[in-house]
């Protein structure tokens, strides 16, 4: 059985191990291991099954089918993620650049008119304060 799977399982380093549970059952573990240090954890997450000898027999096979299927599109999947989200990057790096270039030059270039001359302000002191009166009419107190 195993060996006719292990051409699913060339292109990366597993680990088979099988243990006994019971006197009735076995634990069979599927550990990948790393491939590079730049690789998705979630490639390595290990396949057990614990079963008969009989239900290993007749299930473990197409269980590890699916498992090394489920891996292989896993990893296509982050590799096409992985490379959209570097040509988003890229994509928004060269627009930052093409940003900053337009700033450049509309800063080098002369004003077209020229700059219309700003109001000259006399700063004035503060308003005098009114003073409440009895009788009616507030009066400005002097300062």
């Not at 099988?18 to 491939?35: F, G, H, I, Q, Y």
């Not at 099954?49 to 027999?57: A, C, K, Q, R, S």
Request: aromatic content about 2%.
């Amino acid at each position: 059985m195993f060996v006719e799977l292990m051409p699913l399982l060339t292109d990366r380093t597993v680990m088979i191990t099988v243990a006994r549970e019971t006197d009735k059952t076995l634990r069979v573990n599927v550990l990948p291991t790393k491939s590079g240090d730049g690789e998705n954890p979630a490639l390595t997450t290990p396949l057990s099954y614990t079963g008969t000898p009989e239900d290993l027999d007749a299930e473990l096979g197409r269980e590890l089918a699916g498992y090394v299927e489920c891996h292989r599109a896993l990893g296509s999947t982050l590799a096409e993620v992985k490379a959209e989200m570097d040509a988003a990057a890229k994509a928004a790096q060269e627009e930052a650049r093409k940003k900053c270039e337009e700033r450049k030059k509309r800063a080098e270039k002369p004003a077209d008119k020229p700059a219309e001359p700003v109001p000259s302000t006399v700063p004035t002191g503060p308003a005098p304060q009114a003073t409440a009166s009895l009788f009616g009419d507030s009066q400005p107190t002097a300062s």
